[in-house]
């Protein structure tokens, strides 16, 4: 019969000459019975062996390609920014969630520099958060992790760019900490300005940054930038120090410095004189900070940045002690300002001294209008 087979072909299922013709053109010489194979014959086992090393392959390069590269990289797809909280600098502050929980999510932009600028501050970014991801204390703000790439992020259509537009600087990276709901310890102070601090509120909130700034000494960390709007409230009124290193990362860029006065207020002597410093920039700025607790006011408010640097540097100039000051405070604050690098304590022993000081006695500073008789300020900061 026309339809049957021929001996030899059991079921193989020929094809005629011009099939073969067309599939020795199309297919750069392959005879179709080679492509022709009994399923009686496969060895099985041998494929799948071969498709598992294969897959294995695949799924590892794969891994390979998407798996964080440092165990402080945060994984983009797991963060929504949901709206800004503050704007710096060098970038934008964004309350945010991470993996569901409340963080706050400071994205930098660092698209102001060349090509080899932009390396620098990235190599020292990589090294510094390996650091931050390492620290645990009471008196840090918590860091969650950073990313050096933005292409993932979700910015909300709500707050666009300068531009105009939603996206980011390709430059740009992300660094994610613990959300504090208490805002900046200057805040705080402003809010209590008329009224004062009792001593013994002082003396806590000053431990707790003293605290904090032992800590990050005893791990080789110099802040660099203490103030009191680099100091964070958690719900308890507890002080946490944030932007540790991230003030000496944004300080590379090769964008004109600019802030508020205040800022320069902070700044020891050997900082403004463009000389080499180490940790005691920070124990003379927490002097400062000291102060502003206790008076609930912004040094220097009347002055400019030039006559800052200048008579802090030339003159001594330093904040005038109010005379209800407690002796055992003053003294830490001169202690903590000194011109002299050498001659400031070290954090740790600014811990002890404050723990020494006696709060049972003293409602801490005493408001203008009750205390005639008190040197303060004559003209007080915003």
């Known amino acids: 019969m026309g339809m049957g087979l021929k001996p030899g072909e059991e079921g193989g299922g020929g094809t005629n000459s011009d099939e073969n013709s067309k599939m020795k053109g199309s297919g750069g010489g392959i005879n179709a019975k080679d492509m022709i194979f009994r399923a009686d014959q496969i060895d099985l086992k041998s494929l799948d062996m071969q498709l598992e090393k294969h ?8 891994v390979e390609e998407h798996k964080p590269a440092e165990e402080w990289e945060v994984d983009l797809a797991k963060l929504e920014l949901r709206y800004v909280i503050a704007h710096g600098t060098y970038g934008t502050v964004y309350r945010a969630t991470y993996d569901t929980k409340d963080v706050a999510a400071k994205v930098l932009d660092w698209s102001g520099g060349g090509t080899a600028s932009t390396a620098a501050m990235r190599a020292s970014f990589k090294q510094e958060v390996a650091v931050w991801h390492k620290l645990n204390h009471p008196n840090v703000t918590k860091f969650v992790g950073a990313s050096m790439g933005t292409s993932n992020l979700k910015i909300p259509l709500k707050y666009p760019s300068a531009d105009g537009h939603s996206s980011l600087p390709s430059r740009a990276c992300c660094v994610v900490v613990e959300y504090l709901p208490g805002g900046t310890l200057k805040q705080y102070l402003i809010r209590n300005r008329k009224k004062k601090l009792a001593l013994k509120v002082v003396v806590q909130l000053a431990l707790d940054i003293s605290r904090g700034l032992s800590y990050l000494h005893s791990k080789k960390i110099v802040h660099r930038d203490v103030k009191t709007e680099n100091l964070l409230l958690d719900g308890h009124k507890n002080v946490k120090i944030a932007d540790f290193g991230v003030a000496r990362v944004e300080a590379w860029n090769p964008c004109e410095m600019t802030g508020e006065t205040g800022t320069l207020g902070y700044m020891a002597p050997e900082v403004l004189n463009g000389k080499p410093y180490n940790r ?42 109010p005379r209800c000051c407690p002796s055992s405070l003053a003294n830490i604050m001169r202690k903590c300002w000194d011109a002299d690098p050498k001659n400031r304590p070290e954090m740790s022993e600014v811990v002890t001294m404050l723990e020494a000081v006696n709060t049972s006695k003293g409602g801490g500073m005493l408001p203008e209008d009750r205390a005639p008789g008190c040197f303060c300020l004559a003209t007080r900061g915003p």
């Open 55 to 62: 897959l294995n392959s695949v799924w590892s390069k794969n």
């Open 280 to 321: 005691k920039c920070d124990v003379y700025s927490f002097g400062i900070c000291l102060w502003e607790i206790y008076c609930c006011d912004m040094p220097y408010p009347d002055l400019s940045f030039a006559e800052i640097s200048s008579a802090v540097v030339q003159e001594n100039l330093r904040p005038d002690i």
